[in-house]
């Protein structure tokens, strides 16, 4: 397989497939999709790579294989983000983006934000007021942070912003200024953060993390930057098997997450050579990341007498 690509290639294949129509409903994944319960925020969420493929760069929304991949990766991460949830298709990047991001990768990531870009307009034509969170996983990730860094141009819609989960990408410092308009969290209460990590089982991480570059992150239970000194607090676990059963405790190491499983119910099933956690990382924590969701959310109305 040969890596040689050209700009023309990639919006070849890009434009070859149909574009969504965000005015539809058939271009969501999720459209209004009512979770949790009145209170809850309005969610914009972005799938992460779910075309595991070296063959094509982007994968089509359009596919009813496709179609069923996201949604049923939404579905798990649902559970995490609770409140009316649009949730787009969009021409996502495929898995050989992720191993080619320096000969083409990165192109084709921006190709696919246009998608969430257009999707999030809508979004906001049907949403005009209110609180509302924006979250990913991994590339959804990568589209959260870009995503952050329109929403910081305009003041009043970043005052609407409860919190933006940026999950399995790497915050790093720096990012377009993003992190001087949406720091990370220092309480638990504080509103317009950027919450993210990326997770690993620490019996297998260190000699990988010796390679990595540093990233930026919250820890997944307390919710606050690792340099704040926070209250130990208990894992919640997930809200799906057999996250449910699964108790683990995290530290931090140049900026990733590791975790020690406390109840020996097969977490290291799931991990990727070397210890990685990402396939996980969202459902591992989704009980405390919805707790997190509430809280902050609250915090917003009462702040803005909603």
Not at 58 to 71: I, N, Q, T
Request: charge should be negative; hydrophobic fraction near 40%; proline fraction near 6%.
């Amino acid at each position: 397989m040969t890596t040689d690509h050209s700009t023309g290639e990639l919006r070849a294949q890009f434009d070859g497939l149909a574009g969504p129509d965000y005015a539809a409903d058939s271009a969501w994944i999720r459209r209004r999709h009512p979770s949790g319960r009145l209170g809850d925020p309005a969610v914009f969420y972005v799938h992460p790579t779910t075309e595991r493929t070296l063959e094509r760069w982007f994968a089509d929304p359009h596919d009813a294989e496709v179609r069923s991949g996201a949604a049923a990766v939404a579905e798990l991460h649902g559970h995490a983000f609770p409140g009316n949830t649009w949730a787009p298709a969009y021409r996502q990047a495929t898995t050989r983006a992720f191993h080619q991001h320096r000969t083409g990768g990165d192109a084709a990531y921006d190709l696919a934000f246009g998608d969430v870009r257009a999707a999030f307009h809508v979004f906001l034509h049907e949403l005009p007021d209110g609180p509302f969170v924006i979250a990913g996983h991994s590339q959804g990730a990568r589209h959260t942070i870009d995503l952050l860094a329109e929403i910081a141009e305009d003041e009043r819609l970043s005052g609407r912003l409860v919190a933006a989960y940026a999950i399995g990408a790497g915050i790093r410092p720096g990012r377009e200024g993003v992190l001087d308009v949406f720091p990370l969290p220092r309480r638990a209460d504080q509103c317009g953060v950027l919450i993210g990590w990326n997770a690993s089982l620490r019996s297998e991480t260190a000699p990988a993390l010796e390679r990595r570059q540093d990233p930026l992150s919250v820890n997944p239970i307390t919710f606050v930057d690792w340099q704040v000194t926070a209250s130990p607090a208990p894992h919640l676990g997930g809200a799906t098997e057999p996250f449910d059963r699964i108790r683990v405790s995290v530290a931090s190491d140049r900026g990733h997450v590791l975790v020690d499983e406390d109840t020996d119910h097969g977490l290291a099933d799931f991990a990727l050579p070397g210890g990685s956690l990402h396939a996980v990382e969202v459902q591992l924590f989704s009980r405390d990341l919805c707790a997190d969701v509430r809280r902050r959310t609250s915090a917003w109305r009462r702040a803005n007498h909603r």
